[in-house]
């Protein structure tokens, strides 16, 4: 199995700065895409944005400019660094991850959740 688990949220006035982190544990061979997802109260999960062992990454209109997704490949984890946070970014954060795993002596896809990490900006 693989876990991904979250940290770095919590309250910032607007303005202000987070950097949130996920890391993937478990019995990973090989991760291909991770990303940041965020839901908001009574709205649907969007895509924040997402990056690919090739380099390749991807953000939402909404955070270009002022967030940066990274990862440390060697760590099997992925930052988001959140500038110039709005009260719209308001939201529990969750990150995702696909690769490959090991089951003995198989090699499966995953695909995984995070449990989320609350955000919220506030004055």
């Known amino acids: 199995q693989v876990q991904l688990v979250e940290s770095g949220g919590g309250l910032v006035q607007p303005g202000g700065s987070l950097r949130l982190s996920c890391a993937a544990s478990?019995?990973?061979?090989?991760?291909?895409?991770m990303g940041w997802y965020r839901q908001a109260p009574g709205k649907e999960r969007e895509l924040v944005a997402a990056?690919?062992?090739?380099?390749?990454?991807n953000y939402a209109d909404s955070v270009k400019g002022r967030f940066t997704i990274s990862r440390d490949n060697a760590k099997n984890t992925v930052y988001l660094q959140m500038n110039s946070l709005k009260p719209e970014d308001t939201a529990v954060y969750y990150c995702?991850?696909?690769?490959?795993?090991?089951?003995?002596?198989?090699?499966?896809?995953?695909?995984?959740w995070g449990q989320g990490t609350q955000v919220t900006v506030s004055s």
């Open positions: 478990g019995s990973i061979f090989s991760i291909n895409r």
């Open positions: 995702d991850a696909d690769g490959f795993r090991t089951s003995g002596s198989l090699v499966l896809p995953f695909y995984y």
């Open positions: 990056s690919t062992s090739g380099g390749t990454t």
